[in-house]
């Protein structure tokens, strides 16, 4: 190894024939949503899937046997779900439509302190500097109505992300100018706006997974802010094709993009601000990409 030199220092990138066996043989299929899945959340336990879908439908899974536990309608298209991260959590957000619904699903033995803590939460419709307000409602579930927070926003919210401990969260309204980042806490039921401009549509935002940045993709760049010092910290240049999608490694030092370009860049945050890998192995636009917890 010559340390002069420091492509000797980073790890040889595998060749896709190294990288076998894939999954060749389909092992499950889950049946039910009428029209295109739009978002899929893994629960932290592994035992459950969460889907979203064009039928207005979130739709709770049981991954090894492919079982619908329970499924639940709205009014418009489900733009993203996410289950709460905490181990034990049966809580979920799902964005459709202006709105972002907190809801309980009954997976484990937390599910009646999560709705005694919905319905203990605060509204702020009669708060004018709150960015959004919060009111607690009913969904309509095939098992039976439940109770759910509801976070209305001014502008269409596409994307949804918890912060690892599982009471903050954001919300990501593409067409919302300066209100299109809210940052919200469950405990107080509150929401704030981070940034007073945003330059350029934002497409995704994501917690750090251990320490206080956080990361805004545009369609052109990836934006980290340092939440400690209120200071922007990096800027992540993605090339020529509009980001759609964005992920962080748990250790926090790597983050993949995907894009219209069909390419997913992958960046060291340790390395360098410009992609440490380009990786073309796709043949149409990329919606979505993520990394193995």
């Known amino acids: 190894m010559d340390i002069s030199d420091p492509e000797s220092l980073v790890p040889k990138w595998p060749k896709p024939k190294e990288l076998q066996p894939f999954p060749t043989i389909l092992s499950i299929t889950y049946l039910g949503h009428s029209s295109k899945v739009t978002s ?31 499924t639940w309608t709205f009014d418009t298209t489900i733009h993203r779900v996410a289950w709460c991260p905490k181990g034990m959590s049966s809580l979920f957000a799902a964005a459709t439509g202006k709105t972002l619904f907190l809801v309980p699903a009954k997976v484990n033995k937390t599910f009646s302190d ?98 206080p940045f956080f990361f805004v993709a545009t369609q052109q760049a990836v934006r980290i802010y340092n939440l400690a010092k209120q200071s922007l910290a990096k800027k992540l240049v993605s090339g020529s094709g509009v980001i759609t999608s964005m992920s962080i490694h748990p250790s926090g030092d790597h983050v993949i993009l995907g894009g219209e370009d069909r390419r ?22 990329i919606r979505s990409v993520c990394f193995h917890p």
């Open 40 to 70: 899929l959340s893994v629960h932290a336990s592994g035992q459950w899937l969460l889907s979203g879908s064009r039928d207005g439908t979130v739709k709770v899974w049981e991954v090894k046997s492919g079982r619908c536990i329970e």
């Open 114 to 211: 999560t709705i005694e803590m919905l319905e203990a939460t605060k509204s702020t419709d009669d708060d004018e500097n709150s960015p959004a307000s919060w009111s607690v409602t009913e969904v309509k579930s095939s098992l039976h109505n439940t109770v759910a927070v509801t976070i209305s926003h001014a502008f269409e919210v596409t994307d949804v992300s918890w912060h690892n401990a599982g009471d903050y969260f954001c919300s990501v309204c593409p067409k919302g100018n300066t209100k299109a980042v809210l940052v919200h806490q469950l405990s107080k039921g509150s929401s704030q706006n981070p940034f007073r401009k945003n330059r350029g549509i934002v497409t995704r935002a994501l917690f750090h997974p251990s320490k």
């Open 264 to 285: 997913v860049c992958w960046y060291d945050l340790d390395l360098s601000t410009k992609p440490y890998k380009a990786l073309r192995y796709h043949e149409k636009a």
